[in-house]
């Protein structure tokens, strides 16, 4: 490394520096002598070498499937109820968020490859942002669930992401945690075939990762066996009957002191599915178990993803 870059990296830190107060810097003069920062850094380039592994999956999948990652196969329409139902066709779009990232989306923005507005009368100034949605987690967010919420030791633990899509939580929990078995089950063959082809492309160990494609209602033994169950948004896949039936159906059959995932509250889900006060007891809101990684988030960023326990 030449001078003048040394000289760059310091003026830098300077500048970050010249921006905190006394007590801010004392701590961090404290973090840099007492070398507790190499922890940190070591935990960060583990974290950044998993997460390339995210990135090089989500580049194949582009290649798999069509610009909006629906599948011809599906049929997903916009919810009737809930924080959802004022998604049309029209005010929303979709990109998913496992594939496309902040930076993904600005440059497809800056391209026109994607539309961020769209027109309300169509003389073209009265324009409305578009509701941009994403079926699957981010790359951030999967790390936030493995390396904040979660505890660190799930060796012996089984996983289920509950309508697996194209595999998101899946490979987040194999490249971001030690969790022992990490099951899919998806009602849409097209995204099963999908994400077995991720999984043999990637050689991953099947013994410890697999997808079954299947409707959960026929699965009791797969939700009673596993010890953390995922619930991304259904709203557009299920009506509310349907989804009633699901809610009812986990309620039955997962097990005492697992932990549930979910992407919203599930105060705000139960609410619009008008079953709250029947299921009110059934969870407790869980604080994170990795909060020595607070570091690594930008913790606002991650604010609609729950942990609880099942009483
Ligand atoms: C919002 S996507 C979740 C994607 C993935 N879990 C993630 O977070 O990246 C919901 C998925 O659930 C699937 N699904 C809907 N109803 C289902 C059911 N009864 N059994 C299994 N999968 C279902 C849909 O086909 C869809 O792919």
Same mark, same amino acid.
């Not at 190499?38 to 610009?67: M, R």
């Not at 493995?146 to 697996?164: A, C, M, R, V």
């Not at 809101?285 to 909060?291: A, D, F, S, T, Y």
């Given at each position: #490394?030449?001078?003048? &870059? ?15 107060? /006394?007590? /801010?810097?004392?701590?961090?003069? $404290? ?14 380039? &583990? !974290?950044? =070498? ?5 990135? $090089? ?10 610009? @909006?990652?629906? #599948?011809?196969? @599906?049929? %997903? ?10 998604? *049309?066709? /029209? =005010? ?10 902040? $930076?993904?989306?600005?440059?497809? *923005? $800056? ?8 027109? !309300? +009368? ?7 942002? !578009? ?23 799930? /060796?012996?633990?089984?996983?289920? +992401? ?30 099963? +075939?999908?994400?077995?082809?991720? %999984? ?13 494609? &299947? ?12 010890? %953390? ?36 509250? #599930?105060?705000? *889900?139960?609410?619009?599915?008008? #079953? ?30 729950? !942990?609880? &326990?099942?009483?």
């Amino acid at each position: #490394m030449s001078d003048d &870059t040394l000289i760059h990296i310091k003026s830098r830190i300077l500048e970050l520096f010249s921006e905190l107060d /006394e007590g /801010e810097m004392d701590y961090i003069d $404290k973090w840099i002598s007492s070398h507790s920062y190499k922890k940190d850094l070591q935990n960060k380039v &583990t !974290l950044d =070498s998993a997460e390339k592994c995210l990135i $090089k999956i989500a580049k194949t999948i582009k290649k798999l499937v069509p610009f @909006e990652a629906e #599948m011809p196969s @599906e049929n %997903i329409v916009p919810p009737t109820v809930g924080n959802q139902a004022d998604c *049309t066709k /029209e =005010s929303t779009c979709h990109i998913d968020e496992f594939l496309y990232d902040h $930076k993904d989306l600005e440059d497809l *923005t $800056k391209q026109g490859k994607i539309k961020r507005h769209y027109c !309300l +009368d169509c003389n073209s100034r009265n324009i409305q942002e !578009l509701t941009l949605i994403s079926h699957s987690l981010s790359r951030q967010t999967l790390l936030y669930i493995f390396k904040f919420l979660l505890p660190k030791d799930l /060796e012996n633990k089984q996983i289920l +992401d509950l309508g697996s899509r194209l595999g998101a939580v899946l490979y987040g929990a194999y490249y971001f945690s030690n969790v022992g078995n990490i099951v899919g089950v998806e009602i849409n063959k097209e995204c099963c +075939d999908l994400q077995e082809t991720i %999984i043999g492309q990637y050689a991953m160990d099947t013994d410890r990762i697999k997808v079954i494609h &299947t409707d959960i209602l026929d699965r009791s033994d797969v939700v009673q066996n596993s010890d %953390i169950i995922v619930v991304n948004c259904l709203d557009h896949f299920v009506d509310v009957d349907k989804h009633k039936q699901i809610w009812y159906f986990l309620k039955k059959h997962i097990k005492k002191g697992s932990y549930l995932i979910t992407v919203r509250s #599930m105060a705000d *889900t139960l609410i619009a599915l008008d #079953m709250f006060e029947e299921l009110s007891n059934w969870l407790n809101i869980c604080k994170p178990n990795q909060l020595e990684n607070e570091i690594f988030f930008d913790i606002e960023d991650c604010n609609e993803i729950y !942990l609880y &326990t099942v009483n």
